[in-house]
């Protein structure tokens, strides 16, 4: 009698039980808040600064205001070469050590908390997530670009860090030192103040490609070109604190994936290590699946999700709170030890700030 081959046994898939998260997202209404209050301190920095230099500019008449040491964030190439000279020398340097503080506490926010900084206190990030929220709204959709190409404009970022560190890194103690003491780099900051006031066409053309390429591609300036957010993605490697998903709790929804503007696989990791992370909280914000998604530390082990992730994931004032807590500690400390303001007697600025448009980069 002829037997019957046996048929492999077809195990069901068991379905996964969706229990709704207990409590409504607040990171983007906490993230958006921060985001907020970083522009508007950016403005006030800036206006100040906007002052400071049409004092000079005119001679010493009008309103006399302090230079406000914040706007030296905006000079992360100062920040680096000074964080170097702190480390050859173990001196904090004279021309803008705020840059090196708030360049310092951005790379310590980076290893803490993923690129925090892009999404949740970067101007420049601020803007690039409005252009492509309002270019979603105006054209129904962002543009996702092919996976080839993409990865070829993802690495310009790192061509440009690349530069920027081989420079720095043949530089000695001495060399920075001389560099920030040039004309050229005394006022380092009015430069950046003037190339916005007087933008040429050229500039302009640039600046207006960018922000209709970041209305159509998310994050366009921030994925492809920045080298100071390549920086941090390579130090966010070292960041305990990760998107983390539970494959448990997790009903395979791929809410996640589709909400990253990073274009990141959330929805089939278990953990968020890639450098293009930012902790922007999107993906967190769409899953309404109870312990599935979180920003958190490495889970216990336990066997229920809730007691995996008990006090291992980071709320939205957590992160906040480490936030300001790195940069005012520094801002505080550096202004404490009377390192934050870079002193150099008014004679030379009413000297340098009128010309600050002729003087040229001393390599030139
Ligand atoms: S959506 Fe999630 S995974 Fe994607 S960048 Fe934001 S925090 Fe990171
Ligand atoms: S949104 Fe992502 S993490 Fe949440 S349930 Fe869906 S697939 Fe899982």
Same mark, same amino acid.
């Given at each position: 009698m002829?037997? $019957?081959?046996a048929?492999?046994?077809?195990?069901?898939?068991?379905?996964?039980?969706f229990?709704?998260?207990?409590?409504? %997202?607040?990171f $983007?209404?906490?993230?958006?808040?921060v985001q &907020?209050?970083?522009?508007?301190?950016n403005?006030?920095?800036?206006?100040q600064?906007?002052l400071?230099?049409?004092?000079f500019e005119?001679?010493?008449?009008?309103?006399s205001?302090? /230079?406000?040491?914040?706007?030296?964030?905006?000079?992360?190439?100062?920040g680096?070469m000074n964080t170097?000279?702190?480390l050859?020398?173990g001196?904090?340097?004279?021309?803008?050590?705020?840059?090196m503080?708030l360049?310092?506490g951005f790379m310590?926010?980076s290893?803490l908390?993923?690129?925090?900084?892009?999404?949740?206190?970067c101007?420049?990030g601020?803007f690039?997530?409005?252009l492509?929220?309002?270019?979603?709204r105006?054209?129904g959709?962002? =543009?996702?670009?092919?996976?080839?190409? %993409?990865i070829g404009?993802r690495? @310009?970022k790192?061509v =440009?860090?690349?530069?920027f560190?081989?420079?720095?890194?043949?530089?000695?103690?001495?060399?920075?030192?001389?560099?920030?003491a040039?004309?050229y780099?005394?006022?380092?900051?009015?430069?950046m103040?003037?190339?916005? /006031? %007087?933008? &040429?066409?050229t500039?302009a053309v640039?600046?207006?490609?960018l922000m209709? =390429?970041s209305m159509?591609?998310?994050?366009?300036?921030?994925?492809?070109?920045?080298?100071?957010?390549?920086?941090m &993605?390579l130090?966010?490697?070292?960041?305990?604190v990760?998107?983390?998903?539970?494959?448990?709790?997790?009903?395979?929804?791929?809410?996640?994936?589709?909400?990253?503007?990073?274009?990141?696989?959330?929805d089939?990791?278990v953990?968020?290590?890639?450098v293009?992370?930012?902790a922007?909280?999107?993906?967190?914000?769409?899953?309404?699946?109870?312990?599935a998604?979180?920003f958190?530390?490495p889970?216990?082990?336990?066997?229920?999700?809730?007691? /995996?992730w008990r006090? /291992?994931?980071?709320?939205?004032?957590?992160?906040c709170g480490?936030?300001?807590?790195?940069?005012?500690?520094l801002?505080l400390?550096?202004r404490?030890t009377?390192?934050?303001?870079t002193?150099l007697?008014?004679s030379?600025?009413?000297? @340098?700030?009128?010309r600050?448009?002729?003087?040229?980069?001393? &390599?030139?």
């Open positions: 002829a037997t $019957q081959p048929q492999p046994m077809q195990i069901p898939k068991t379905k996964k039980a229990i709704r998260r207990f409590t409504p %997202d607040r $983007q209404r906490t993230r958006h808040t &907020g209050l970083f522009l508007v301190v403005a006030w920095l800036g206006l600064f906007y400071w230099a049409r004092y005119r001679g010493g008449f009008g309103p205001v302090a /230079r406000p040491a914040g706007v030296e964030g905006w000079l992360p190439i100062a680096l170097k000279y702190l050859l020398t001196r904090v340097p004279q021309i803008h050590p705020a840059a503080f360049f310092i310590l926010m290893l908390l993923k690129k925090a900084f892009c999404s949740w206190l101007p420049v601020t690039s997530e409005f492509w929220k309002l270019g979603r105006i054209f959709r962002n =543009l996702r670009v092919p996976r080839w190409f %993409d404009l690495s @310009l790192y =440009l860090l690349g530069l560190v081989a420079v720095i890194g043949a530089m000695s103690a001495a060399a920075l030192e001389d560099f920030m040039t004309p780099g005394l006022v380092a900051d009015v430069k103040l003037n190339f916005f /006031r %007087d933008i &040429g066409i500039a640039v600046i207006g490609l209709l =390429l159509l591609v998310q994050n366009f300036w921030c994925r492809y070109l920045c080298p100071y957010g390549a920086l &993605g130090a966010s490697l070292l960041s305990p990760k998107i983390r998903r539970d494959q448990d709790a997790c009903i395979d929804c791929g809410k996640c994936a589709k909400a990253c503007p990073a274009g990141l696989a959330v089939k990791l953990q968020i290590r890639s293009e992370c930012t922007c909280m999107e993906c967190v914000a769409v899953c309404s699946t109870q312990d998604l979180q958190a530390l889970p216990h082990r336990a066997s229920a999700p809730a007691e /995996r006090r /291992r994931a980071l709320r939205p004032l957590v992160v480490v936030i300001a807590y790195i940069f005012f500690g801002v400390f550096a404490a009377n390192h934050w303001q002193i007697p008014q030379v600025y009413m000297q @340098l700030v009128p600050a448009n002729q003087l040229t980069h001393p &390599g030139m």
